[in-house]
């Protein structure tokens, strides 16, 4: 069995050690040592990187015996000697992250009366999941920030953080947060008087050293709480990122941040008006071009064709436009809307015609390669190719 070093010492960076086993496998190389501060992946912590000798570790991982392995890109010897070193910045990361979240669990338990039931420390954020009273799986906004608050006030007191492997007599005493999942070889984590669990993972030794806590999202997965948050420099890096964005979004509309929500909201109700008024600018332009179209037509065998390809303005412009050139008595409207999508299709017939613009638009959309369809008076559709209306004339004729 590989000696864990971290379990001692989290902040052991660098360690000799003696090759136990080196093996290959489907091309890749894994080593056993005697001793090692390489983390392995549990608890939902990820593994250490680092170096072994020059190699480096690309994976660390416990087999289904309990067995440390390194994953390397250099091959070793059994006996061989090795000089490890851990990639601390990642190292210290993890401890962050899994000691916030040791604190965020334990303000939810005593807080909410949520239990904890799994961790995944993420690359960019972390989450747990919480079964709370009478499975509750929304949380409001002040209970959020009470979560916020006391875990941060928790760590600006800057408890010790202590964790050991405590007897069995020992171990009944605790007042553990929840019951440990083995039951020998328990490690317990505590974090001032407060806060005591059974955990693997490796943490700083005070709370000071996690810096800052912030609760990322709430949300429900799978009828349970799910908490993201992010602890120590990611919380930090979170927080310039959002406050240049801020800046930036605030600056453009010549704002402060505070009062940025209100200059949004503004502008999105100005928007908002402003296309209204476009939109019924276009309607009414598409009706006035549709009556100088209806004027200019040529009458035939009783009845005036309209055909005319508009610009932006939907199926409300062409349903208005096709109603002004039909209600004149005598017509049928061949209206299409160009858009970067294709070509929108709206068929209509004065109710004195006896002519089924349905079949005709479905009939001419087979043609052309477009779909749609309606009653005997009036239909609407879609095309790629603006060819469908000189289909529907070629059959109206
Ligand atoms: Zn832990």
Redesign the pocket.
């Known amino acids: 069995m590989t000696d864990r070093l971290y379990y001692d010492n989290a902040y052991l960076t660098e360690f000799d050690a003696t090759v136990l086993e080196a093996k290959e496998e489907n091309g890749e190389i894994f080593v056993r040592l005697d001793r090692s501060a390489f983390y392995p992946t549990s ?1 939902g ?1 990820p593994f250490d990187t680092g170096k072994l000798n020059g190699a480096n570790v690309l994976d660390v991982f416990v087999d289904q015996d309990g067995e440390v392995w390194h994953k390397t890109d250099a091959a070793f010897s059994e006996g061989e000697a090795v000089h490890g070193k851990i990639d601390w910045d990642r190292r210290f990361d993890h401890m962050q992250q ?2 916030g ?2 604190m965020l669990a334990n303000a939810a338990y005593r807080l909410l009366g949520g239990h904890t039931i799994g961790l995944h420390l993420g690359k960019d954020s972390s989450t747990i999941d919480m079964d709370l009273p009478g499975g509750r799986t929304h949380i409001t906004l002040d209970e959020i920030h009470a979560l916020e608050d006391d875990v941060n006030k928790n760590i600006q007191k800057n408890a010790p953080i202590k964790c050991w492997f405590p007897t069995c007599e020992e171990l009944e005493k605790l007042p553990l947060r929840k019951p440990p999942t083995v039951k020998e070889h328990v490690r317990i ?1 505590q974090i001032g008087d407060y806060e005591f ?1 059974a ?5 700083p030794s005070s709370a000071g050293e996690i810096g800052l806590v912030k609760i990322i999202s709430a949300t429900p997965s799978r009828g349970k709480l799910r908490l993201q948050f992010v602890c120590g420099m990611r919380a930090f890096l979170a927080f310039r990122r959002r406050y240049e964005v801020l800046d930036r979004a605030a600056g453009a509309l010549s704002t402060s941040w505070e009062g940025l929500d209100g200059q949004v909201e503004a502008l999105l109700e100005r928007s908002k008006n402003a296309e209204y008024l476009l939109r019924q600018e276009r309607k009414a332009s598409a009706v006035r071009k549709a009556d100088q179209l209806y004027a200019e037509a040529v009458e035939a065998n009783g009845r005036k064709i309209v055909r005319h390809v508009f610009s932006g303005i939907g199926i409300e412009g062409l349903r208005e436009a096709g109603n002004a050139v039909i209600e004149k008595g005598g017509a049928i409207a061949l209206f299409a809307d160009e858009s970067e999508k294709g070509y929108l299709l709206f068929f209509a017939r004065s109710n004195d015609l006896d002519v089924n613009i349905g079949a005709v638009l479905s009939a001419a959309c087979k043609k052309c390669g477009g779909k749609g369809g309606g009653r005997s008076d009036f239909a609407q559709g879609s095309a790629q190719e603006i060819s469908v209306l000189d289909e529907a004339l070629s059959l109206l004729e």
């Open positions: 608890g912590q899994h000691a979240e040791h984590v669990c955990c693997g993972g490796t943490h």
